[in-house]
């Protein structure tokens, strides 16, 4: 599986928790923290789909992808530990400790596999 595949949905996901944190509580570190590494997020799923349409790997696409999950996997898990609570705080860290997973796997094994050419 491409890294974009699971970033563009990613990044909404943070996005939109950042925005329903400010909305029900008015909370702006929420609406800074979730808006700006879900901007971020975006950016570099797109970088990434970019790259892979003309036959490459982004290397700047998956280096913010995972500091990016591997900062909000440090973050939440801190927040949770002060908190104890589950949403969201847990539900982030977890998911972000997934996708720090899965992003250090893509670095493992060279980024997207790039099918080749298409001999006529």
Not at 31 to 34: K, M, R, T, Y
Not at 97 to 100: E, G, P, R, V, Y
């Given at each position: 599986?491409?890294?974009f595949c699971?970033?563009i949905?990613?990044?909404?996901a943070?996005l939109?928790g950042?925005?329903?944190?400010y909305?029900r509580r008015?909370s702006?570190?929420s609406?800074?923290?979730?808006a700006g590494s879900g901007?971020?997020?975006?950016?570099?799923?797109?970088?990434?789909?970019?790259?892979?349409?003309?036959?490459?790997?982004?290397a700047?696409a998956?280096?913010l992808?995972?500091?990016?999950?591997?900062?909000?996997?440090?973050?939440m898990a801190q927040?949770?530990l002060?908190?104890a609570?589950i949403m969201?705080?847990?539900?982030?860290?977890a998911?972000s400790?997934?996708?720090?997973l899965?992003y250090?796997y893509?670095?493992?094994t060279?980024?997207?596999?790039?099918p080749?050419a298409?001999s006529?």
């Open positions: 599986m491409h890294d699971l970033t949905p990613y990044g909404v943070v939109g950042g925005v329903v944190g909305l008015g702006t570190a609406l800074a923290g979730g901007v971020v997020l975006l950016v570099a799923g797109y970088l990434s789909l970019q790259a892979f349409q003309k036959r490459r790997n982004s700047v998956l280096a992808e995972t500091f990016c999950a591997l900062g909000l996997t440090f973050v927040r949770y002060q908190t609570k969201p705080a847990a539900l982030v860290a998911l400790a997934l996708m720090s899965f250090l893509k670095i493992a060279g980024g997207n596999h790039v080749p298409k006529q």
